[in-house]
């Protein structure tokens, strides 16, 4: 029998049963790991919000039972030595502002792990800053910040990070934008929410430009970014330029708050 992979394919599936009631009538789930964490951060924040539906589902995964253990003791980690991946949970306080060094040295710690397996110093500083400047993002629209995780993977020729909430959606956040006020759909939101300057508050503010430096790292690099809010996914692939790359709009199984999944990988895409 063919292995079920823990991919966004798999991810979605799950959700769309225990939406409907349905998931916790199947015989026991194991996943087998795709390569992915983004699929792994989704499946472990679906499972919070559907608990008894998701009690038979289980991943094959080192990274997925320390994502679930961070997950409800709200302790981060990724950041000794040797760690290749991590994950760090926000609190009602943003780590950025905080005085404490945890969310400093886990970071650190991400890119310099990254670069020491070898990839692009340039790239890795590029994508961890737009990781801070999205993991920033939680605390101006999610309004509920301390439903947030953080998370990374690198290997010798990939890196891969994931910034999620369980808050109200971008859907709900740009609503809040009069200039947005009729849009009432998710899928439409999520195109919005990825445009420059475009964000809950008006555009003279400056808000709504934490997606550029993201864009700019990956530009020229073989990478997929998935943006997940509400009933969409946003999938992008982008070639030399975002507007020669691929897009894929789908509709899925409704799911709080906002995912934001981005792999870099120097060879093919899973």
Known sequence: MKPILADFASADDLLR?????????????V??????????VEIALAAMAHSEQYRGVS???????????????????????????GAFPLSAINPVTSTGPEWDQWTTHAEN?????????????????????IQDNIYEHSGEPETGVVAYA?????????????GIGVL?????????????????????AITDGVSRFPSETGHGQGFNQL???????????RFRSGDHALTL????????????????????GLSISVFCNDGALP
């Open 17 to 29: 049963e225990a939406g409907q009631g349905r998931l916790a009538g199947h015989d026991s789930i």
């Open 31 to 40: 996943l087998e790991k795709s390569g992915r964490i983004g699929p792994l």
């Open 113 to 133: 792990i990254a670069k020491a397996q070898g990839l692009n110093s340039h790239l890795v500083a590029g994508l961890l800053g737009a990781l801070i400047e």
């Open 154 to 166: 690198t290997t010798t020729n990939s890196f891969e990070f994931v910034v999620a909430d369980q």
């Open 172 to 192: 709900s956040s740009l609503r809040q934008n009069p200039k947005y006020g009729d849009v009432n759909d998710a899928g439409v939101a999520l195109g919005l």
């Open 237 to 256: 692939r982008p070639g030399r330029d975002f507007t020669e790359g691929a897009s894929v709009l789908a509709q899925v199984a409704p799911m709080v």
């Open 215 to 225: 864009f700019r790292a990956l530009v020229g690099h073989n990478a997929e970014l």
């Open 59 to 85: 991943v094959n995964s080192s990274f997925a039972v320390r994502l679930n253990q961070a997950l409800q003791t709200r302790c981060p980690f990724g950041s000794n030595y040797d760690d290749c991946a």
